[in-house]
């Protein structure tokens, strides 16, 4: 009898969930005669779009998408967290929900845990945006100083309260920022407060924003911020919030009635204790074809992995842009190591990004034949507002 052929996905990110789609789909041109039995492991529940951890930060909207929803037909579904990978064996141990150790035999194992958002220390107040537990309680406490504000007489702490800081001036900060401010001045109307009071600053550690891309879309983007209303701080990174107050290396300290913390990405660090060779930034090495380097079987993509575009020696960033594409690509290579075919070579996207600038409103840039392409407006909305949905295969 022939063995079924087991590929185990751990993390059902962006890079997790079109994994399996691509995996699904290339291999069925054929496993040797071998019948596809496909699992996905991630610690969630649910598949949580993070891209949007700004909604729930500013509405009661939900980011989160049922499992049954994202998986091909006929994948199992384990709610759990690898804690082994026996390399030689070609088996995993994973600590379910419960608390419980069970071992699992694969075939193919395709690492896809993604990144963790950089977190403020403890000691420097406010709240990082980690996660959807951390945005709902940047909604309620932005949302009870609006409260306070409106029953409050003295005019400099009514102020305070009606001011918001976001530091770290990155995609994300720069999209909660935008975000931010919309509803803060819809709330404040509510509460019979003046909207033109509220104020959102956002700190820029770096000289200009964007530094993805050109100086004059940084500039745009700088423009559209400070037409919304947003107090951009550029070249200043906050230390800390303490007593009301955000402090900075230099100057005078600015009164908030919060702090949010946007401070980018760093790759999972759960991947240092799985005995996979990881680079000095801890993202796991693969070769031009997404194989783990001396660990036969295995795979690594989207944040998680450090991949290199063989032809101009560029990694990818993580982003969801790169990762998508790389786990498409992975259906193929896997189909071809199984049956002793070329497998496809990872290749670079097209350099450009989509920033969502509160509702209805985005912007888009590419640079393709030399020349950098920019849409914003109604129009930059709705393709970032794809994007979104594309990623966490929303319909």
């Given at each position: 009898m022939i063995k079924d052929f087991t590929c185990v996905v751990v993390g059902g990110g962006f890079a997790g969930i079109h994994a399996l789609k691509a995996i699904h789909k290339g291999c069925q041109k054929g496993l040797n005669g071998r019948k596809l039995r496909l699992f996905l492991i991630d610690q969630g529940s649910a598949h949580v779009r993070k891209v949007l951890l700004f909604r729930p930060a500013v509405s009661g909207e939900s980011i989160t998408v049922p499992w049954e929803q994202v998986m091909p037909e006929g994948t199992r579904f384990i709610q759990g967290r690898v804690t082994n990978i026996d390399k030689e064996s070609k088996l995993l141990s994973l600590e379910d929900g419960r608390g419980q150790e069970h071992r699992m035999e694969y075939d193919v194992l395709v690492m896809a845990v993604g990144s963790v958002v950089r977190q403020a220390a403890p000691e420097q107040g406010g709240i990082s945006l980690t996660g959807m537990e951390a945005a709902e309680r940047i909604r309620e406490h932005w949302q009870s100083n609006l409260r306070l504000a409106a029953a409050e007489t003295d005019a400099q702490e009514k102020q305070r309260l009606m001011s918001i800081a976001v530091a770290g001036a990155g995609i994300t900060g720069i999209e909660t920022s935008a975000e931010l401010i919309h509803a803060m001045r819809a709330e404040a109307g509510k509460l019979r407060l003046d909207p033109e009071h509220i104020r959102v600053h956002l700190f820029n550690a770096q000289d200009r924003l964007f530094l993805e891309g050109p100086a004059k879309v940084g500039k745009r983007l700088e423009r559209y911020l400070t037409e919304l209303g947003i107090v951009l701080h550029q070249g200043r990174r906050a230390l800390k919030e303490e007593q009301g107050q955000l402090h900075f290396l230099e100057g005078a300290p600015i009164p908030v009635g919060l702090t949010v913390w946007t401070l980018g990405l760093a790759p999972n660090p759960a991947l240092l204790s799985l005995g996979l060779p990881v680079t000095a930034d801890g993202q796991i090495v693969v070769d031009e074809s997404y194989r783990v380097k001396d660990a036969p079987g295995i795979y690594g993509i989207g944040d998680c992995a450090h991949v290199v575009d063989p032809a101009s020696g560029a990694a990818d960033r993580m982003t969801c842009k790169e990762a998508i594409p790389q786990a498409a690509r992975l259906g193929g290579i896997v189909q071809a190591d199984v049956t002793g075919t070329p497998a496809a070579k990872h290749r670079s996207v097209n350099e450009g990004y989509t920033v969502g600038l509160g509702p209805g409103h985005g912007?888009?840039?590419?640079?393709?034949?030399?020349?950098?392409?920019?849409?914003?407006?109604?129009?930059?909305?709705?393709?970032?507002?794809?994007?979104?949905?594309?990623?966490?295969?929303?319909?």
């Amino acid at each position: 009898m022939i063995k079924d052929f087991t590929c185990v996905v751990v993390g059902g990110g962006f890079a997790g969930i079109h994994a399996l789609k691509a995996i699904h789909k290339g291999c069925q041109k054929g496993l040797n005669g071998r019948k596809l039995r496909l699992f996905l492991i991630d610690q969630g529940s649910a598949h949580v779009r993070k891209v949007l951890l700004f909604r729930p930060a500013v509405s009661g909207e939900s980011i989160t998408v049922p499992w049954e929803q994202v998986m091909p037909e006929g994948t199992r579904f384990i709610q759990g967290r690898v804690t082994n990978i026996d390399k030689e064996s070609k088996l995993l141990s994973l600590e379910d929900g419960r608390g419980q150790e069970h071992r699992m035999e694969y075939d193919v194992l395709v690492m896809a845990v993604g990144s963790v958002v950089r977190q403020a220390a403890p000691e420097q107040g406010g709240i990082s945006l980690t996660g959807m537990e951390a945005a709902e309680r940047i909604r309620e406490h932005w949302q009870s100083n609006l409260r306070l504000a409106a029953a409050e007489t003295d005019a400099q702490e009514k102020q305070r309260l009606m001011s918001i800081a976001v530091a770290g001036a990155g995609i994300t900060g720069i999209e909660t920022s935008a975000e931010l401010i919309h509803a803060m001045r819809a709330e404040a109307g509510k509460l019979r407060l003046d909207p033109e009071h509220i104020r959102v600053h956002l700190f820029n550690a770096q000289d200009r924003l964007f530094l993805e891309g050109p100086a004059k879309v940084g500039k745009r983007l700088e423009r559209y911020l400070t037409e919304l209303g947003i107090v951009l701080h550029q070249g200043r990174r906050a230390l800390k919030e303490e007593q009301g107050q955000l402090h900075f290396l230099e100057g005078a300290p600015i009164p908030v009635g919060l702090t949010v913390w946007t401070l980018g990405l760093a790759p999972n660090p759960a991947l240092l204790s799985l005995g996979l060779p990881v680079t000095a930034d801890g993202q796991i090495v693969v070769d031009e074809s997404y194989r783990v380097k001396d660990a036969p079987g295995i795979y690594g993509i989207g944040d998680c992995a450090h991949v290199v575009d063989p032809a101009s020696g560029a990694a990818d960033r993580m982003t969801c842009k790169e990762a998508i594409p790389q786990a498409a690509r992975l259906g193929g290579i896997v189909q071809a190591d199984v049956t002793g075919t070329p497998a496809a070579k990872h290749r670079s996207v097209n350099e450009g990004y989509t920033v969502g600038l509160g509702p209805g409103h985005g912007l888009v840039w590419s640079r393709a034949w030399g020349m950098d392409l920019m849409i914003t407006g109604k129009l930059a909305y709705k393709v970032k507002s794809f994007m979104w949905n594309y990623s966490s295969m929303v319909r």
